[in-house]
T-cell receptor, first 112, second 116 residues
């Protein structure tokens, strides 16, 4: 059974600092890995999707890496802003279109 | 991006009543629908998977007679929480799977259910 873990559970940084969020999974047979953002009381916003054949994916200040063999992904957010404050979730499906297994999330607070 | 709506966005009800939550994929067809719930300060947990026109498949520990799922069309799925109790208070999120793009998963904005 796939298990996804995110460390740390919470993170507080001053504005401008880079953020590093970690995600680990127990079964390396993943199809892809997604990072989501969730604001309090809201649904999920997809940030990045990394295919299993890729090692990283970038979008603006966001960069996500994937190391399938070691079961890890890292989300980097450069030059953090207060608007980046949210919970970040990683999730993996077993196959295309399959159900997602989510990590517990990392709650980020960027202080002005 | 694909547009997914959920209605209502929040609902408060008395214990023992039933609540229906609708999920619509507004600009694409979804042959598969996932329903998740999220308890406060916890992550999303899959409740059930439904395919259009078929019975839903429920995850272990989720009562199929309590959480009724109907996926009668390719753009609409409903989740009915029957005889709701305070422990059913949660955030319910649907995730329709776009048939033409099964790599990407889309999510509804969620429904906050509070049972008094």
């Amino acid at each position: 059974k796939q298990e996804v873990t995110q460390i740390p559970a919470a993170l507080s940084v001053p504005e401008g600092e880079n953020l590093v969020l970690n995600c680990s999974f127990t079964d390396s047979a993943i199809y892809n890995l997604q990072w989501f953002r969730q604001d309090p009381g809201k649904g999920l916003t997809s940030l990045l999707l990394i295919q299993s054949s890729q090692r990283e994916q970038t979008s603006g200040r966001l960069n996500a890496s994937l190391d399938k063999s070691s079961g890890r992904s890292t989300l980097y957010i450069a030059a953090s802003q207060p608007g980046d404050s949210a919970t970040y979730l990683c999730a993996v499906p077993v196959a295309a279109g399959n159900k997602l297994t989510f990590g517990g999330g990392t709650r980020v607070l960027v202080k002005p | 991006g694909a547009v997914v709506s959920q209605h209502p966005s929040w609902v408060i009800c008395k214990s023992g009543t039933s609540v229906k939550i609708e999920c619509r994929s507004l600009d694409f067809q979804a042959t598969t629908m996932f329903w998740y719930r999220q308890f406060p300060k916890q992550s999303l947990m899959l409740m059930a998977t439904s395919n259009e026109g078929s019975k839903a498949t429920y995850e272990q520990g989720v009562e199929k007679d309590k959480f009724l799922i109907n996926h009668a069309s390719l753009t609409l799925s409903t989740l009915t929480v029957t005889s709701a109790h305070p422990e059913d208070s949660s955030f319910y999120i649907c995730s329709p799977l776009r048939a033409s793009d099964t790599d990407t998963q889309y999510f509804g904005p969620g429904t906050r259910l509070t049972v008094l």
